[in-house]
Every structure is written in structure tokens, then in C-alpha cells.
């Protein structure tokens, strides 16, 4: 199998990673995608780094072993804790996420942004670093969105339980007057209608997927990893139960597909 030829890694702590995958899609419609929801340990947002770093290398040597010519750490909170490791241990490339701190701040008219995103990623050196380069153009307000995962995870988008918790963390970046929500979890994009609902058609959301889709593109093309075929297709792993990620898949992929069990860590 020539390097061209070769997949896509791509893995998150679950199901919230078929956000990037869906940008990945379209941006690279000739490419075959391996895909792991490690959804017997979501949410990482509340896993330590070491947890965390373990569980991103033991993933990545499965997809290596899969013959992945290219990694992307589809969740922010593993990328925080794990990008680094793992690119010091694989010679190939690696894509990872961060909150779209610097866009949203482009783009804000009230000087406030607020940021929605797992605890694990907020509390990250990585995002003080980020915030750090980007948040004096404006003022950035921080939610931990603890359950916020679960509810995605659940297939729950927009029922009572999942309007009231994401309205709770909502309300109060709206009032102190952010006008710009990043939305710091690749889980979070799949709530953009209720957020859209709650938030109102003036307030700018903001997610990172298709960014991640281009400069995947940049890296393999710089590497000559491009496929010459045109229509690629797409594996899925999980290490929860198959059974419930296939009946997530025509909600949140858009159409179904098999799921096989991942068989690392």
C-alpha cells in the first residue's frame, strides 16, 4: 500500500468527533477515514492528562497499526493533553484542535467572547497559552459545560434536559454581553441549532472543524500523501458498545453505517 493510498486516523473521546470528520469529508472526499469514539471513556473532560495522554497513544498505535498516514486528535481535550506526546512518538502527521479563540476574537463587536468548552480544556496550559496570544484584542469569558457531553453522547439534542443545561451555561456569557460563542468542544457543533435557539440570530457561533480540514489538506499535500483515487470511505471503531454508536450514526453522520469494536488499551 503506497503512503497515498494509505487512511486517515482521526479518534475522540466519543461520538463528538464526527463534527470534524464531516468537515475532513468534504475537504478530502477522496481519502479513507478511520474513525475511534474511545466512548468507554467519555467524557475525557473530567479524566486526568495521564488518563487521557494513555489513552490518545494506545488509540494512535491502533490506527497506526491500521496503517494511518495521518493522525487528527478530534477533541480539544486530548489535544491538550496528548498532541504533544504524540507527536514526539510518531513520524507522521499529526492534526490536533484548539478553541477558535483567535476567529472569534476577529470577529466579536462587543469585545467579549465566551467560550464553551469541558473543564479538562479550560484548565489546560495549552488554552491559558492561547488565550494568552489572542485575548487582549477582547475580553474572553470562560463555561465549563459539565454534562454537555453526555447529553451529545446520549443522542439528545434538543430535549428539556439538554435545552435547560446548555441555556443555564449560555445565559451567563450573554449577559455579560458576549456577542461570540467558540465552541470549544467537537461535541458542541452538533447543538448549534438549540444554541442558535437560545442564543439568537445576532450572536456569532463559532467551531473549528473546518479549519482542522484545511490544514490537514496542507499537511498531507506538503508530505505528497494525497490519494489519486476520488471516492474514499469511511471505518468506524468504539471501544463502548457498537451497537449504540451505529444508532447515533444517521443523526449525527447522516447516514448509517457498521461499527466494529476497538480492540486496544
Known sequence: MTSRSRPIGVFDSGVGGLSVLRHIRAALPGEDLLYVADSAHAPYGVKSAAFIEERALAIAEFLVGQGAKALVVACNTATSAAIVGLRRRFELPIVGMEPAV?????????????VLATGGTLESTRFAELVGRFGSKARVVVQPCPGLVERVESGDLSG??????LSAFVSPLLAQGADTLVLGCTHYPFLQPLLRELAGEDVALVETGAAVARQLARRLAEADFLPA?????????SSGEPGRMEALLPQLWGRAAPVERLTCG
Open 102 to 114: 483567535k476567529p472569534a476574537v476577529e470577529a466579536t463587536r462587543s469585545g467579549v467572547i465566551g
Open 160 to 165: 428539556p434536559a439538554t435545552r435547560a443545561l
Open 229 to 237: 483515487h476520488s471516492a474514499g470511505r469511511e471505518v468506524f471503531f
